[in-house]
């Protein structure tokens, strides 16, 4: 006679809740993603600030170089600039800083702090009828934003 495998029995078992390796199982998966989902919102949390020092550096070092733009080459030079210093029919540059705060070259090795943390300085270099002006901001965080242009002489 042969024995047969696929008997039923009249009684039938359901499995009612979790076991437990199901539920340990589950708890080192949701741990896992948990852990990976706080490490985001830390390192986010920890530099949520940086966009804004950014911008105010930014901010900060156009301001400064847009006030030394709207200044006079020289203070030789005239008002409406014509004719311009070193010309021949102009009177000669003196590209030197004073403390008349007139011109593009008096703002040469100043240096301010606008806002706590924030460093501003200003350099200016004369060349060919050409000065470059370079202005520098050093932020909290490490963050430096340098702004470069030239102001001619014409």
């Known amino acids: 006679m042969r024995a047969n495998f696929f008997k039923f029995s009249a009684h ?3 499995q009612k809740g979790v076991s ?3 539920m340990i199982v589950f708890i080192i998966v949701v741990g896992i993603a948990s852990s990976a989902l706080f490490a985001t919102y830390n390192y986010s949390l920890m530099h949520n600030t940086d966009p804004l020092i950014q911008v105010r550096a930014l ?3 156009q301001a400064k170089l847009d006030e030394v733009l709207a200044l006079k080459y020289d203070a030789n030079t005239p008002t409406g600039g014509i004719p311009a210093c070193d ?3 102009g009177v000669a540059c003196n590209n030197s800083p004073d403390s008349t705060v ?3 070259d008096d703002f040469h090795g100043t240096s301010d702090t606008p806002y706590t943390g924030f460093t501003r300085s200003v350099t ?3 060349a060919n009828d050409l000065k470059l002006i370079t202005v ?3 932020a909290p965080k490490g963050f430096s934003v340098t702004l470069a242009a030239y102001k001619a002489n014409f």
């Open 136 to 138: 520098s901001v050093a």
């Open 59 to 61: 901010e900060l070092a």
């Open 87 to 89: 010309t021949p029919s």
């Open 102 to 104: 007139n011109d593009v």
């Open 124 to 126: 200016v270099v004369a």
């Open 20 to 22: 437990l390796i199901e």
């Open 12 to 14: 039938k078992y359901f």
